[in-house]
């Protein structure tokens, strides 16, 4: 069955940048009409969606974070990932991959701590 | 601020039925569908509700939902101890292009 795996680095530097990889495995991150997303959680709050990627790889950011945010795919990689630039303490939270569609499917999530 | 309004916090007895509520505008809920996530401590979310109403399959047909104009209910019936969790509801945005979620309402089973 589908499963997502992130990995990254566990700690950023403010003002770095914080890279992010989504491994699909049991599926192809090409299948079509599928999006994937990235979603995170700081700590002791809530859910916000960051942005999602279609297997074209057309791309859909929180406004908030655009001028900051890409999300890429690698098909032959079969992973899809995730650059935040310009890092601040806010930043600072659980890390989710997330789909396909819907987020039916999501990782186990990744810490990622923003500290000097 | 969360983009869809839920109550912070909701609870019950065993046995009760317990609703909670998700409200939007328009742009999202008025015009799409919404989905709803269960979260237990520690873990990642998982879909409960999909499309309104659907069940994935797994999930107990206590778990139902529910959408009028720009709003949409999670309803948990026959309420377990085992509930309790983070529910969460979330709906695309025409507007926006994006995502919205609620910002999450914690159950607690009394």
């Known amino acids: 069955q589908l499963q997502l795996q992130e990995s990254g680095p566990g700690l950023v530097k403010p003002s770095e940048t914080l890279s992010l990889t989504c491994s699909v495995s049991?599926?192809?991150?090409?299948?079509?009409?599928?999006?994937w997303g990235w979603i995170r959680q700081p700590p002791g709050k809530g859910l916000e969606w960051i942005g999602s990627i279609y297997y074209t790889g057309r791309t859909y950011y929180k406004p908030s974070l655009k001028s900051r945010l890409n999300i890429s795919v690698d098909t032959s990689k079969n992973h899809f990932s995730l650059r935040l630039t310009s890092v601040t303490a806010a930043d600072t939270a659980i890390y989710y991959c997330?789909?396909?569609?819907?987020?039916?499917?999501w990782g186990q999530g990744t810490m990622v701590t923003v500290s000097s | 601020q969360s983009e869809l309004t839920q109550p912070p916090s909701a609870s019950g007895t065993p046995g009760q039925r317990v609703t909670i509520s998700c409200s939007g505008d328009i742009s999202n809920i008025g015009s799409n569908t919404a989905n709803w996530y269960q979260q237990f401590p520690g873990t990642a979310p998982k879909l409960l509700i999909y499309?309104?109403?659907q069940r994935p399959s797994g999930v107990p047909e206590r778990f139902s939902g529910s959408k009028s104009g720009s709003a949409a209910s999670l309803a948990i019936s026959g309420l377990q101890s085992e509930d309790e969790a983070n529910y969460y509801c979330a709906a695309w945005d025409d507007s926006l292009n994006a995502w919205m979620f609620g910002g999450g309402t914690k159950l607690t089973v009394l």
């Open positions: 499309s309104n109403n």
């Open positions: 049991g599926g192809s991150v090409s299948s079509h009409s599928f999006y």
């Open positions: 997330a789909g396909p569609g819907i987020f039916d499917i």
